[in-house]
């Protein structure tokens, strides 16, 4: 069995534009903080480098894979399984750069969406497909590779691709090995320092036609209530101060939501925490128990202000539900971040004002706007299958495209360039937010 293994997150620098300008997240590699917690207990030594905070050089990473076993390096952590880095270039010239390759695994979306072309423009040996914990530690312990479900592997100068892996019980996992790194160095613009992300299950039920879940398998998973609770306790006692959980829907499981914030109010730590979920998936009980629970911001994908539009992607939500849900959250005392995408198909230039419309009506602390990707293994990505590797936009000319950037660019200005926006702020006397939102605002310039 190896005895060193090295765990390495690849950055993708501190913006990507390939679509307009977008941040890349300084948020903690959670799935390879688990698989070290794993491999640890299997008796393995274990190095983890997070490029997004680590200053090796790719020549001194090099170097430091020949002193191990095994390499596994992640193109996108749980994070990014759902929207992933199309900009995949600097991924590929990093990862054949490897000497030993015959040790080197890859682990994320782009590999389990193109496992062979992955595979040969990077000359590893394997890439793990789907969720990678699971298999990350088979190899790691020995198993033979044909045995291992969810790995496709050179062997031979042959490509063979294993069968998938049913998806695991998220309460085996471990928990994340924190001291494998640093949370003051990892960092939220919406909400601070001293961060990490947190899951409490994973997958979705809901079959929006743009949205990726094969990184998740099927249907959703939770983690019972003790087990999410064990993790917050290991968060805090590793320093952090805030948390996102990056469940695609926090709030889909009521009953883990609610313990989830029984527990922080009956035992406050200080800690402020966000999560993602659906406006129909709120209430006005559960918004102020999760406000008394240290919840300060959620985030709702609206995608658009025309109920044609969202009927087409099957989002399964009413305009007037969503403003209800926002409404309730700002009632609650917390705050909002509104995604929305355009660009969507059949979507016509009076539907993107709509959406920039309906984005001032219902006044989101933040707003998101972004250009709509055919990500592979959604409805949307067959619909425009191209067999190009993460094809840009929706079948589109390039007139069409460059007037869906400029409309992303002039809805963020003009949401945020408001004079009503501008004052309401001010009059709220939150000096901390009027920084965020000046940082995220010149950054985008």
Not at 129 to 150: N, S, Y
Not at 269 to 289: F, I, N, S
Request: proline fraction near 5%; glycine fraction near 8%.
């Amino acid at each position: 069995m190896p005895a060193r293994v090295l765990l390495i997150r690849h950055s993708y620098g501190e913006i990507v534009s390939r679509l307009g300008k977008r941040h890349n997240r300084r948020w903690p590699p959670l799935s390879l903080l688990i698989c070290a917690s794993w491999l640890e207990k299997e008796g393995l030594t274990v190095t983890v480098i997070d490029r997004e905070i680590e200053t090796f050089s790719d020549e001194a990473i090099f170097k430091l894979a020949e002193t191990h076993d095994l390499i596994f390096l992640s193109s996108s952590d749980v994070d990014r399984w759902q929207c992933p880095n199309l900009d995949y270039d600097s991924f590929i010239r990093f990862a054949s750069g490897f000497k030993n390759k015959g040790n080197l695994y890859l682990t994320g979306a782009h590999g389990t969406f193109y496992p062979e072309p992955f595979l040969k423009m990077t000359g590893a040996k394997g890439v793990i497909r789907e969720e990678p914990e699971w298999t990350v530690k088979e190899i790691a312990c020995g198993r033979p590779l044909d045995e291992i479900t969810g790995l496709t592997y050179r062997e031979d100068d042959r490509i063979h691709a294993n069968p998938d892996r049913p998806p695991g019980s998220l309460d085996l996992l471990p928990a994340p090995a924190f001291h494998k790194t640093d949370l003051k160095q990892y960092y939220y613009e919406l909400m601070g320092d001293r961060f990490t992300i947190l899951e409490g299950s994973r997958g979705c039920s809901f079959k929006c036609t743009f949205c990726s879940l094969t990184m998740y398998g099927k249907g959703v998973r939770a983690k019972s209530s003790e087990k999410l609770i064990g993790e917050i306790l290991a968060a805090k006692e590793a320093g952090a101060r805030n948390i996102y959980f990056i469940d695609l829907e926090f709030t889909i499981n009521k009953k883990l939501a609610r313990d989830t914030c029984d527990f922080l109010i009956k035992n406050p730590m200080g800690l402020r925490w966000a999560c993602q979920t659906r406006t129909d998936l709120v209430d006005e009980p559960l918004l102020q128990q999760m406000k008394r629970a240290g919840c300060v911001l959620i985030h709702y994908g609206v995608e658009s202000g025309s109920q044609r539009i969202l009927d087409s992607v099957d989002k399964r939500l009413k305009l007037e539900k969503i403003e209800e849900g926002f409404s309730l959250t700002r009632k609650a005392g917390i705050e909002t971040t509104a995604f929305f995408m355009a660009g969507l198909p059949g979507e016509t230039a009076e539907e993107r004002e709509q959406t920039l419309a309906f984005a001032k009506k219902l006044n989101p602390t933040y707003a998101s706007f972004h250009v709509a990707n055919p990500y592979p293994s959604t409805k949307l990505g067959e619909r425009f299958d191209t067999g190009e590797i993460f094809p840009e936009f929706c079948g589109r000319s390039e007139d069409d495209k460059n007037e869906l950037k400029r409309f992303a660019r002039r809805a963020f200005l003009a949401y945020y360039l408001r004079l009503g926006y501008i004052l309401n702020h001010v009059a709220a006397g939150n000096p901390a937010l009027w920084r965020r939102q000046a940082r995220l605002f010149l950054s985008y310039l």
